[in-house]
């Protein structure tokens, strides 16, 4: 059975409630099983980039960055919407390992076990600005994972001895009604090592991580091997899939949207995660050699030349390969390919509400419904 | 700034910027490398005898706090260059971002035993802190590798080749691919930049060797893409004996891993005995190792990798430590101490193994 989650945008200018209904609304589609909200300090848009004739919001809101601590709103999601599953992202650097995993079993308890935790290596645009070190990522990951292993399983207090944690006598209590689930977030091969090695799954971009259905049956096939080898239960390990679209029935919008400066620069920036991707593919690089979004785009700190150098550099053709585009059906079509592999989790992420009209807000909410019960249908 | 305040008295030779190290940055790195209590109260920094080629590096000695628990007594710190050129190289080459990723998020599942980290700076202000090997014998390079700390080496990579061959861990983005454009373009032509120093050798190295590294050279590039040839695995990828250092009971600990990469396993066991190992310690016992070595990978769960699978490589691989030698003549321009062991021992060994004619 296929599980559909949609990501939430967090947003302080916005009033909660409206969070609220929009979590309402999902649930009561009955074809929405989760939604995910995102631990984000900054969002992917240049300061430069942020003006009402690029993104119609930017008229009534100064920033997109004003989100909001994903570990207090996920309990007032709850509280609205029962029965959606709860996923959070964050990262393995700003939270230590004993408050992360309390705040796990905490948000695990509240909902009757169906709490899940897509932890990553983290961004720098979480990270520098505001004094985490940028270098430490995956040994964090490491720790935490394993941290996260002795904290379910050892039924007393433990010792670890990691990279950069250190436990002595450790313990969150003997509690076990519920537990959460931990993904790894991202790709690469150190990731994926620790994934398969200790946690429960992971969720991987598509087309920005693994470009094509292949792609992503191979790294399938290639994880719960390894997962396997590791002397752990292949069948459970769940991998879900994160899918970049831009949903609009009119191809006038998507069309309209290639040209948008901000769609153009998160193109670029996240189309591909690994840069080497955009050349495999014989497109040119939109951005400087060595350059990758999650260590070097910082929102508040990148120069007016290399935004304007990126947003010129990203054709069309970057655009279009780095989202699906089209209307519900049309995008359902182009992800199920992805999801044959036996991925069972998947969750749309459409940008286009950034930069379009909020007068379509409510219909975009209704697109991603569609949707996702398109996907249901396709896959069951 | 005095050491009384805190700065540092600085030895001539040492780069402004670690001369300039904040004690409190100091301080405050070794007390999320193991040492949670430590209280710096001043620092100095000496050149080391060998200074970094494409960084700067130092030792710095650091004095605590009476009251507070001590710390290391010295650490090796290294930082970018900070010059047009050499911070040029460091950008395209990626040297300290890659070190700093090797003992920032790898080291510690690297089965090659490395100095403990210290301190995790950008590479631009604040430097990499490791361990000091003061007190560890220093391999030679020039001087040549014992045959016992040659087997010892043999046996440490063979236990860190098997452990990751043909891992996914090889294609991880900070690991060097050697057939890269970049990395192998700037290889072959350092190779052909020193070639016309060769002739200078005639009177060491049989003519027929020379000869065949002057065919050879234009077509360097084939030479690394056989040599990158699977099977692949983690190689330290700069190994010459100047790059390890060992404990009093004989472990090899490696030093430098700008370089770290992925290709066939006897790309480290080639250039570590063809490039630091006197050429009659190489003719008598450079076949033993290597049979070492395969045992090791035997033992350490490779399969489907026949002895004549090894010596053939092995012997397409020494042409890589060559490569170098050759290069370090260029870059040298002249005879003598480091450049005639690099140059001549793998000249001799790859005209002994006939290893000119596997490409």
Known sequence: MLETCVGVWTDRHFPIEAMAEQCKALQDSGVVDGVLIPDQLAGFIPRQLWTPENAPMAGAIADPDSAMDAFMVAPYVHAAAPRLNLHLTTDSVRRGPAQLIQSMLTLAHMTGG???????????????????????????????????????????????????????????????????????????PQLTDYVTSW?????????????????????????????????????SFR????????????????????????????????????SRQWKDEGLQLPFPDGWAY?????????????????????????????????SPSEIADQITPYLEAGIDWVMPIDYLPVVGDPVEAPASIGWMIELCAALKKAVG | ??????????????????????????????????????????????????????????????????????????????????????????????????????YSEFADQCRLASPRCLGEG????????????????????????????????????????????????????????????????AVAQLVNSGVPALREYEDRAPAGAIDAVERLAPRWMDVLHACAEGPHTLLHNDLRLDNVFFTDDGTPVFVDWQMIGASRGT????????????????????????????????????????????VRHYRQTILYPLGQGIALVGALAGRGGLADAALLRPLLHCHDLDAFTTI
């Open chain 1, 114 to 188: 169906r709490a899940n935790f897509q932890i990553g290596g983290g961004e720098a645009k979480q990270l520098r600005p505001f004094g985490y070190p940028t270098n430490q990522g995956m040994s964090r990951l490491k720790d935490l994972l394993q941290i996260y292993r002795a904290m379910l399983d050892d039924q007393g207090p433990f010792d670890f001895e990691g990279k950069r944690w250190s436990f002595s006598r450790a313990f969150l209590g003997g509690a076990r009604q519920h537990l959460p689930t931990v993904w790894g977030l991202g790709g690469g």
């Open chain 1, 199 to 235: 946690a429960d799954g992971i969720a991987i971009a598509v087309p920005n991580a693994l470009s094509s259905p292949r792609a992503v049956a191979d790294a399938v096939g290639e994880m719960r091997d390894q997962v396997e080898r590791k002397g752990r239960d292949p069948e």
């Open chain 1, 239 to 274: 991998i879900g899939l994160w899918a970049t679209v831009l949903i609009h029935p009119d191809p006038a919008a998507i069309e309209s949207a290639c040209e948008n400066p901000v769609i153009k620069f998160v193109s670029a920036a996240t189309g591909r995660v690994d």
């Open chain 1, 294 to 326: 999650f260590k070097d785009l910082l929102p508040y700190n990148t120069s007016d030349q290399l935004v304007r150098d990126i947003v010129a550099a990203t054709t069309e053709e970057h655009v279009r390969r780095a989202w699906m585009t089209g």
């Open chain 2, 1 to 102: 700034m005095t050491v009384e305040e805190g700065g540092i008295a600085a030895g001539p030779q040492v780069s402004p910027r670690l001369q300039a190290l904040d004690r409190k940055w100091v301080e405050n790195e070794l007390r999320s490398h193991g040492y949670p209590d430590v209280e710096v109260a001043a620092l100095r920094s000496t050149p080391l005898a060998t200074p970094g080629a494409v960084g700067d590096i130092a030792r710095i000695h650091i004095e605590y706090g009476s009251a507070a628990p001590a710390g290391p007594a010295t650490v090796i710190a290294k930082i970018r260059g900070a010059d047009e050129q050499r911070a040029g190289m460091d950008a395209a080459m990626r040297l300290y971002e890659r070190e700093l990723w090797f």
């Open chain 2, 122 to 185: 950008d590479g631009t202000t604040t430097p990499l802190l490791l361990q000091d090997l003061a007190d560890m014998r220093a391999g030679d390079q020039v001087a040549g590798m014992p045959v016992a700390d040659a087997g010892r080496i043999v046996d440490a990579l063979a236990a860190q080749h098997a452990a990751f061959w043909e891992s996914p861990l090889c294609d991880e983005p900070h690991v060097v691919q050697p057939t890269e454009p970049l990395i192998a373009g």
């Open chain 2, 267 to 310: 790309q480290d066991v080639g250039n570590i005995l063809a490039g630091s190992m006197n050429i009659e310690d190489l003719r008598q016992h450079w076949e033993p190792l290597l049979r070492r070595y395969h045992d090791g990978l035997l033992a350490g769960g490779v399969r489907d990798y026949s002895f004549d699978d090894c």
